[in-house]
């Protein structure tokens, strides 16, 4: 498993499977969580004593909130990459025509 994702959130199983990546060094496993829920972000910080990593997207709460929950690092996953590129190839265009 890479992440904790929402389909985990639709289930019981998600108190399960954060216990189960924070065992025995099995965290490495779990890079990121792909969750909106500032309420449920907060209970998987409080749930675990390893760090926890979300990954920025629609819906997920503000870094300085996330930060107030408990979350030790924040992702930006491909974001970057995407705009630097869009932003490229608008400049190829621009000298190009």
Not at 26 to 35: S, V
Not at 43 to 52: E, K, Y
Request: hydrophobic share 35%.
């Amino acid at each position: 498993m890479d992440c904790i994702s929402p389909a985990h959130t639709r289930s019981r199983t998600l108190q399960r499977e954060v216990r189960r990546h924070s065992q025995g060094g099995r965290a490495a496993a779990c890079g990121a969580l792909h969750l909106r829920d500032d309420a449920l972000i907060g209970r998987v910080c409080n749930g675990v004593a390893l760090p926890v990593n979300v990954t920025v997207m629609d819906g997920v709460p503000s870094n300085d909130r996330l930060s107030e929950l408990g979350v030790s690092r924040i992702s930006y996953g491909p974001i970057p990459y995407i705009r630097a590129m869009g932003l490229l190839q608008q400049d190829a265009k621009k000298v190009l025509s």
